[in-house]
Every structure is written in C-alpha cells, then in structure tokens.
C-alpha cells in the first residue's frame, strides 16, 4: 500500500519514500527506523503511543537494543523530514504519556498490481481511543516491507556464534560467493531469482569501488536487490549491499544505490 497523509503527502513504505511535490521537489528517502516509526504512526493515527510501544516494535521486536535517546534523536529526524513535506508538528509529545500522530487524514492506496482497496478502505482512517497502548493489547503491525524485513534481518543475523542458531539461519539465507574472509548471501526471492553471474558481478564491483579487504575481517556480506514504482510511479532499481563484521557488536555498513529503468 501506499499512503497518502493530509490529501498530499505520498508515504511509500515499501520504498521508505516521503513525496510531495506542493513542498518538496525531490523524494525523501527514510532511514530503516524512521521508516518504521512513521509506519507505527501512519497505522495508529490520532492514537496515543507509549514510549514503550515504540521501543518495542521497532527496536527490541527485531532483537536491537533500545533507549529512550534513540527515539528522541529518531523522532526529531523524523518530524525535519514531515515539516519539509509540508506536515509542520504533526508529531505530538504528550508529556509523561508518549507520542501521537495527528494526521487530519491518513489514506492507503494500492500500488501497480496490487488488488484495488475498497471504499472502506480508501476511506482516511479514523481516529482511535487516546488510551495508551498496553504490550499485552498492541494491535499485530501489517507485515514489514521487503528493504526494511531486509535491513532488520541483517541486524539480526550479525553476532551469531552459537553453531544451532547458524543452522536456523540457513534456512533463510543463501551463499553465493566466498571471498577469502568475506562470506556472501542473499536472503530473498526475488535477489535469490537472479542469475549467480550477475550477483557475482555485483559484489565484485562492490568490493573494487569501496576497496573492501577480505583478507583481514571476518564478515558476513548481504545482497538485495528489489524492482518497484516508486511515489512518481516511476520503475525504480534499489540495490543494497550491507557488510557486517561477523561476531561484532559494531553495526553494518548499508551500501544503497538507486536507479531508474
């Protein structure tokens, strides 16, 4: 689905795009946890949402650690990137309770190939109670698009020693090439559907451009590749490439390179 806030701004979480061409010439691109924040919001418009809530689902539920200095610096980036498209202090704070999104209307649209909404569901979504969300009674979030689901299993694939859990990530996971200390994986169907040579090709490009050493850091080397319309409905070409040191507590480094058919 794609989201339209306040009958301007386009909110494509699949591509983690903000566009609103009234106030903003260019796409915005998300990060992964400002993209899930703002995902949580956009499904619980006009509803009060605990610190805890936030926390939960978009750190600790995907096994990171979590604070409240997180949030806040997330929630500030989050409201620069909104304010630029139009939709000034649509983030409230309520003091001592948590955050609100304050959306006058919050509408989803199907995207090219997706079945049509219904006029119910194309109906703005409708406020909630303003009680606070318990955990034992937080509704199930729609699934997590492809980059994010990805970005999120990168994350948590990456300090693995134990030799069971290494076997349970086989199962989701595939190893295309091995270079030295550098392992290579894809994780999804659509990155797994293209042929070895052009994924080697990738990586191999990847490692000359960055000047990535193989020789000296064990890591873990994931790609993924995705085809979509983005907000304009433009055919767009996203590639990521994310290097994780293996057994590390250090983050990945994303590689993202978009690009037009």
Same mark, same amino acid.
């Not at 509408?107 to 006029?119: H, I, K, M, V, Y």
């Given at each position: 689905?794609?989201?339209?806030?306040?009958?301007?701004?386009?909110?494509?979480?699949?591509?983690?795009?903000?566009?609103?061409?009234?106030?903003?010439?260019?796409?915005?691109?998300?990060?992964?946890?400002?993209?899930?924040?703002?995902?949580?919001?956009?499904?619980?418009?006009?509803?009060?949402?605990?610190?805890?809530?936030?926390?939960?689902?978009?750190?600790?539920?995907?096994?990171?650690?979590?604070?409240?200095?997180?949030?806040?610096?997330?929630?500030?980036?989050?409201?620069?990137?909104?304010?630029?498209?139009?939709?000034?202090?649509?983030?409230?704070?309520?003091?001592?309770?948590?955050?609100?999104?304050?959306?006058?209307?919050?509408?989803?649209?199907?995207?090219?190939?997706?079945?049509?909404?219904?006029?119910?569901?194309? *109906?703005? =979504?409708?406020?909630?109670?303003?009680?606070?969300? %318990?955990? /034992?009674?937080?509704?199930?979030?729609?699934?997590? &698009? !492809?980059?994010?689901?990805?970005?999120?299993?990168?994350?948590?694939?990456?300090?693995?020693?134990?030799?069971?859990?290494?076997?349970?990530?086989?199962?989701?996971?595939?190893?295309?090439?091995?270079?030295?200390?550098?392992?290579?994986?894809?994780?999804?169907?659509?990155?797994?559907?293209?042929?070895?040579?052009?994924?080697?090709?990738?990586?191999?490009?990847?490692?000359?451009?960055?000047?990535?050493?193989?020789?000296?850091?064990?890591?873990?080397?994931?790609?993924?590749?995705?085809?979509?319309?983005?907000?304009?409905?433009?055919?767009?070409? *996203?590639? =990521?490439?994310?290097?994780?040191?293996?057994?590390? %507590?250090? /983050?990945?480094?994303?590689?993202?390179?978009?690009? &037009? !058919?």
């Amino acid at each position: 689905m794609i989201y339209v806030i306040n009958e301007h701004l386009k909110y494509d979480p699949l591509s983690a795009t903000l566009y609103s061409p009234e106030h903003h010439s260019d796409t915005l691109i998300l990060t992964r946890v400002n993209n899930s924040i703002l995902l949580q919001f956009v499904n619980n418009n006009n509803q009060l949402l605990t610190r805890h809530h936030l926390l939960k689902e978009v750190w600790e539920n995907q096994g990171l650690d979590s604070s409240n200095n997180n949030l806040n610096n997330h929630i500030s980036i989050l409201r620069k990137s909104l304010a630029k498209c139009g939709c000034d202090d649509i983030i409230k704070t309520i003091p001592k309770k948590g955050l609100m999104f304050t959306a006058n209307s919050v509408t989803s649209l199907a995207r090219a190939g997706e079945t049509s909404p219904s006029q119910d569901e194309l *109906t703005s =979504i409708k406020p909630k109670s303003l009680a606070p969300l %318990s955990p /034992q009674n937080n509704p199930q979030p729609i699934p997590f &698009f !492809k980059i994010t689901a990805f970005l999120v299993l990168i994350l948590l694939i990456i300090g693995f020693p134990n030799f069971y859990e290494k076997m349970d990530l086989s199962s989701f996971r595939e190893e295309v090439l091995s270079v030295e200390q550098c392992r290579f994986y894809v994780t999804d169907n659509d990155t797994k559907s293209l042929s070895k040579e052009y994924i080697k090709t990738r990586i191999e490009d990847f490692l000359k451009m960055k000047k990535i050493s193989c020789h000296q850091l064990k890591s873990n080397v994931y790609f993924f590749y995705s085809e979509i319309k983005d907000a304009m409905g433009r055919d767009t070409i *996203t590639q =990521i490439i994310s290097y994780c040191p293996y057994n590390s %507590s250090a /983050q990945c480094i994303n590689y993202k390179e978009h690009s &037009f !058919k």
